[in-house]
């Protein structure tokens, strides 16, 4: 595709339920990146794939957070139990390789509401 | 682990004044240094990069930022801003031998006429 593209694009649930998130990185690019935007927080890191591993998982905040990465492409972040402080922008970006100096290439991100 | 200090949450200026936006970040043996700009309603795109070689970069619409390796900062510049520079800017740092790149608070540019 043209650029990395993420779904849905808002995501309303109720809390303790399960969510998943999907990323469709640009096609051909190995590294894949999640990161979580919260209103004055910045973005906080949360998994980086290289390939369908995942050699930093760091970031996740907790046992609820998984995430995986299937063919080298496709990606999904699941949020089991949700809670209200899980709400923000879950951002996915992806880059060719990953040497430290190549950019991100960012979708436009999945707004979650936890209620 | 690496991290990233903007120094100003918020920068409100006139339009055509000059803008410094601040960024230090932790030390590490080697770095590779970013400025991501985030207009509204979009999504994060980079502005410029250090990765080596001349400590001044020069990115896209006008700005630019210097590399300076003994104060650890990368603070990036314009001489003139536009209305059309309103966005949100993220200075991020990648390092040390780690694949992560790590994201500053954030600081909100805002141009008024």
């Known amino acids: 595709g043209a650029g990395v593209s993420q779904s849905p694009s808002n995501k309303v649930t109720e809390k303790g339920k399960d969510v998943e998130l999907r990323c469709d990185p640009i096609?051909?690019?190995?590294?894949l990146y999640w990161y979580r935007q919260s209103l004055g927080q910045g973005l906080e890191f949360l998994i980086y794939?290289?390939?369908?591993?995942?050699?930093?998982k760091s970031g996740l905040p907790s046992d609820r957070f998984s995430a995986e990465r299937t063919g080298g492409s496709v990606s999904t972040l699941t949020i089991q139990r949700t809670q209200q402080e899980d709400s923000a922008v879950y951002l996915c970006?992806?880059?060719?390789?990953?040497?430290?100096?190549?950019?991100?290439?960012f979708g436009s991100g999945t707004q979650l509401s936890v209620l | 682990a690496q991290s990233v200090t903007q120094l100003d949450s918020q920068v409100p200026v006139f339009e055509e004044a000059p803008v410094e936006l601040r960024c230090n970040y932790s030390?590490?043996?080697?770095?590779?240094l970013f400025w991501y700009v985030q207009y509204p309603n979009q999504g994060l795109q980079l502005l410029l990069k250090?990765?080596?070689?001349?400590?001044l970069v020069k990115g896209i619409n006008g700005f630019e930022a210097e590399f300076n390796k003994s104060q650890t900062s990368f603070h990036l510049r314009k001489p003139s801003v536009h209305i059309s520079d309103t966005a949100e800017y993220f200075c991020?740092?990648?390092?040390?031998?780690?694949?992560?790149?790590?994201f500053g608070k954030g600081t909100k540019l805002t141009v008024n006429p």
């Open positions: 970006a992806s880059s060719p390789v990953s040497r430290g100096n190549e950019k991100l290439f």
């Open positions: 096609s051909g690019h190995t590294a």
């Open positions: 794939f290289q390939g369908n591993s995942a050699p930093d």
């Open positions: 030390s590490s043996v080697s770095v590779y």
């Open positions: 250090y990765l080596s070689g001349s400590t």
């Open positions: 991020a740092v990648r390092g040390g031998g780690s694949e992560k790149l790590v």
